[in-house]
């Protein structure tokens, strides 16, 4: 089928709510990568909207991962806004304790709630499991403003590209094509911005 065909297929499979949660999604990441307060708004948006598509592609861990992405919007905005003068919070970077503490935690989550969706029927239940879980701690990360959660989500979003798509979410999917790429770029912006706070406190 010419690519023409197969695009416009795709098009008439895209729901509206799909749509949405798409375009609120990816402002999200790009406004997070941009330091602006305003990317929780959008991420609270479009966590409401993917979690009424993943109910109905029967991604409960997904839904659950939702639900606390809306509830960090919240928390996000809050942190984000209680800054001194210009704002903002500085960039964190991680100590390999706190590492280990993610790592440690987030195969825990796995675990556990890959094997409990497995007894409801839930589709790649330990697949689905592992982005819920990291996308939890990754999520808090990133509204204390650590640096590495980019490196966290580079991953995450490059698992559920192949989740999303396994379940014939189109339009999330190559979103998650998308995060991949932002997640670089908000890494490498954060970065810069952690090396200027650096070289202030030098001066």
Not at 130 to 146: D, H, N, V
Not at 176 to 200: H, N, R
């Amino acid at each position: 089928m010419p690519f023409y065909f197969q695009l416009m297929t795709l098009f008439e499979e895209i729901s509206l709510l799909e749509g949405f949660a798409f375009i609120t999604s990816l402002l999200y990441t790009w406004l997070a990568a941009k330091e602006n307060i305003w990317c929780w708004l959008f991420g609270g948006l479009g966590a409401g909207a993917t979690l009424i598509l993943c109910l109905q592609g029967l991604l409960y861990s997904e839904v659950i991962l939702q639900i606390y992405y809306i509830v960090m919007a919240v928390y996000g905005w809050l942190r984000w806004s209680k800054s001194d003068k210009d704002l903002k919070k500085p960039v964190l970077r991680m100590s390999y304790a706190l590492h280990f503490k993610i790592l440690i935690l987030g195969g825990i989550g796995l675990f556990a709630l890959g094997a409990f969706w497995k007894l409801w029927g839930a589709a790649l239940p330990y697949l689905d499991a592992t982005t819920t879980s990291f996308s939890i701690l990754a999520t808090w990360l990133i509204a204390r403003k650590y640096l590495e959660n980019w490196i966290y989500f580079i991953v995450i979003d490059a698992i559920s590209i192949y989740l999303y798509s396994s379940r014939g979410l189109l339009l999330l999917s190559f979103l998650f094509v998308l995060y991949t790429f932002l997640a670089a770029y908000g890494y490498f912006q954060w970065k810069l911005i952690w090396k200027k706070q650096e070289l202030k406190l030098v001066n």
